[in-house]
């Protein structure tokens, strides 16, 4: 990976080297599975669960949501989810309008950078 992308993927919150090393020094591998997050539907089901304010199906897509962004490394979208689960876990909804914008604003900035690999 050139240095210009690494920092590309730095500023848009991803945690690259731990990343990789969990990919074993993989890129290819690693870009291979980071192209699939676009397609992942635990996004859209997690967005539109909270949006209906329906904790239950929040707190599983969001639950799974959180395993696939961790493992991928996306830790600036990863870390604006991590409270809204344990909300949810605790089927708690005070307060998540914000919580999503930001969320969601994090989360389509490293597609956008994703979808331009």
Not at 1 to 4: I, R
Not at 23 to 34: I, P, R, S, V
């Given at each position: 990976?050139?240095?210009?992308l690494r920092e590309k993927l730095v500023e848009s919150g991803f945690e690259v080297d731990m990343t990789l090393q969990r990919?074993?020094?993989?890129?290819?591998?690693?870009?291979?599975?980071?192209k699939k997050l676009p397609a992942d539907q635990n996004y859209k089901a997690f967005v539109e669960a909270v949006e209906k304010k329906d904790c239950e199906s929040a707190f599983k897509s969001g639950h799974t949501l959180?395993?696939?962004?961790?493992?991928?490394?996306?830790?600036g979208a990863l870390q604006a989810l991590l409270p809204m689960v344990e909300k949810f876990r605790a089927n708690e909804t005070e307060g998540l309008e914000g919580e999503l914008?930001?969320?969601k604003a994090?989360?389509?900035?490293?597609?956008?950078?994703?979808?331009g690999l």
């Open positions: 990976m050139d240095k210009e990919f074993m020094g993989n890129e290819a591998l690693y870009f291979k599975f980071l959180k395993g696939v962004m961790s493992n991928l490394g996306v830790d914008e930001e969320f994090k989360y389509e900035k490293a597609l956008t950078l994703i979808q």
